[in-house]
């Protein structure tokens, strides 16, 4: 199975079924599933933010959007009924690390309660082939070195915490319920994705880097930044979704092969800094663009995280292949080009095609 390059012909008219399509990533997914002739399903919050990437890209006109919460079971299970999909892409998450400190009861209900709701109602339901429920780097327990997948799962914060508590529920469900042996599991593989710190057009999050960068550049005042000698595994958002869909089809295909954890990184040897990732931006963005230390008192973030991505380049032929510079103008070119009015569902599809051209140029002899 060649995956170096996602073709359309897998998806085109499968039912998919992704949490969380209101979102930064699940709206990117789902616009790339959309693009691919994917029966797109879609469950999750409205909108956290305006403008956003769900808005934007006119996605509600092309999928069925179930506007629920991940935390209500019965929902859930209606849509599973409902629309019977094959695979599952689960992004719905509370994805923030500050908010995590202020709300971190909300925090666990969503990221633990909202996955154990989801697996149970596809335990109950059947029919679902492959479940990706994507986690994050910091579901590891901090260290300098890259992580492997077999590397001990922490978090000091409640939302690191819950993601490793997230990957704990994907375990035992796979284990007690979605066992190649046991066939009340249906037929269902799953495997979790832990990725890096994805950046590119579409987020506006509060307290994330790239948004943050992106107000305080454009309204001409400097960005004040709380750990600028934070390291981070930056990526652009379309690489680790390119893992997804690969991991989401080898799951569809082969099963229990691939039911396991999975890193999906710009690769363990390669560090970049908060200060080094935000000069390069502030260079490329122009006038208006700087950022200074923000010296009053924050909460505890890990100060260095790596992601080692050799078991994906190995096993699923997947590679990084945006370096941060490209990464980093892309993100730029989308917002500039939001910024100017232009058709944000053509620049958003124009992305994914010179993405999916990066791919096919690396599998070319």
């Not at 910091?138 to 000091?156: F, I, M, T, V, W």
């Not at 039911?259 to 990732?277: K, Q, R, T, Y």
Request: charged share 20%.
């Amino acid at each position: 199975m060649e995956n170096l390059v996602i073709t359309p012909a897998f998806w085109q008219d499968r039912r998919v079924l992704v949490t969380g399509h209101t979102g930064f990533k699940g709206g990117w997914l789902a616009l790339w599933l959309q693009t691919m002739g994917a029966r797109v399903i879609g469950l999750a919050l409205p909108p956290a933010t305006q403008p956003n990437l769900f808005e934007i890209t006119g996605l509600a006109g092309r999928m069925v959007s179930i506007l629920a919460d991940i935390r209500d079971r019965d929902a859930l299970t209606a849509a599973l009924a409902s629309h019977r999909p094959e695979v599952v892409f689960h992004l719905a998450a509370q994805a923030l690390v500050l908010p995590s400190y202020s709300r971190p009861a909300e925090t666990y209900a969503s990221n633990v309660m909202g996955t154990v709701n989801l697996l149970d109602a596809i335990r109950h339901t059947g029919g679902v082939r492959s479940v990706v429920i994507v986690s994050s780097d910091k579901c590891y327990q901090p260290r300098a070195a890259a992580c492997n997948e077999s590397d001990p799962l922490g978090g000091a914060d409640p939302y690191s915490s819950s993601k490793a508590c997230t990957e704990l529920v994907a375990a035992a469900y796979r284990a007690s319920f979605f066992n190649s042996n046991d066939h009340a599991g249906h037929g269902t593989a799953l495997a979790t994705a832990r990725a890096g710190n994805a950046i590119g057009g579409g987020d506006w999050s509060a307290g994330r880097l790239i948004p943050d960068a992106v107000r305080a550049f454009a309204g001409g005042r400097p960005l004040l930044v709380r750990h600028p000698e934070a390291i981070r595994p930056w990526q652009h958002v379309l690489e680790p979704l390119a893992g997804y869909l690969i991991l989401g089809e080898c799951l569809y295909r082969q099963g229990a092969r691939f039911a396991e954890a999975w890193n999906f990184g710009p690769g363990g040897d390669i560090s970049h800094s908060v200060a080094d990732l935000l000069t390069k931006m502030a260079r490329m963005w122009g006038v208006g663009a700087t950022w200074r230390r923000d010296d009053t008192a924050h909460p505890h973030e890990a100060p260095c995280l790596r992601l080692a991505v050799t078991k994906a380049a190995q096993a699923l032929q997947w590679h990084p292949r945006w370096p941060l510079a490209t990464a980093l103008q892309m993100t730029v070119d989308w917002y500039r080009a939001h910024l100017d009015g232009q058709d944000m569902v053509a620049v958003s599809r124009q992305q994914i095609a010179r993405y999916c051209e990066s791919l096919r140029d690396a599998a070319r002899p």
